[in-house]
């Protein structure tokens, strides 16, 4: 009787340790150190939805955003998921997520619609209700 009771314990013992190693939050490593979200997440309430997928090191993140404004960069200044330098051709996004990137590491964020690299900048992409975009941590 002694060894079944030993046996059990173990073996909920064995259980607990691996619930508890599987219900930890993803690491953050990499350029995913400074990031602000590691899950999906939905902010806003507007009337035109968006996604947005932010990628950078082999991970992703997705966020949906629903919102009034007319422009994407406005709706991702308004939930401070980007930041960014003013230059004569509009916003240079300098940090997505809180994921930053340099000149000096040779990296810069790019805005693709529906897959597509976009030919305008954040602050000047018009948004519709159910479009998706990327933003992609490239080099140089």
């Known amino acids: 009787m002694k060894t079944v009771s030993k046996i059990l314990f173990i073996c909920l013992a064995l ?16 350029s995913w150190e400074s990031a602000t979200h590691l899950a999906n ?16 090191d082999d991970r992703s993140v997705t966020f949906t955003i629903k919102t009034d404004k007319a422009f994407l960069g406005e709706a ?21 997520n809180g994921i930053r990137v340099s000149d000096a590491d040779h990296t ?4 693709y619609k529906d897959g597509t690299y976009s030919m305008t900048g954040v602050d000047t992409t018009p948004i519709a209700d ?11």
């Open 15 to 30: 259980l607990l340790a691996v619930s508890l190693f599987a219900c930890t939050d993803a690491k953050k490593s990499g």
């Open 76 to 96: 991702l200044t308004e939930h401070s998921l980007i930041e960014g330098e003013e230059g004569p051709y509009g916003l240079f996004i300098t940090a997505v």
């Open 108 to 111: 810069y964020w790019a805005l």
């Open 130 to 140: 159910g479009e998706h975009y990327e933003l992609v941590k490239e080099g140089y």
């Open 41 to 56: 997440k939905s902010f806003g309430n507007g009337s035109k939805t968006v996604q947005v997928e932010v990628k950078a």
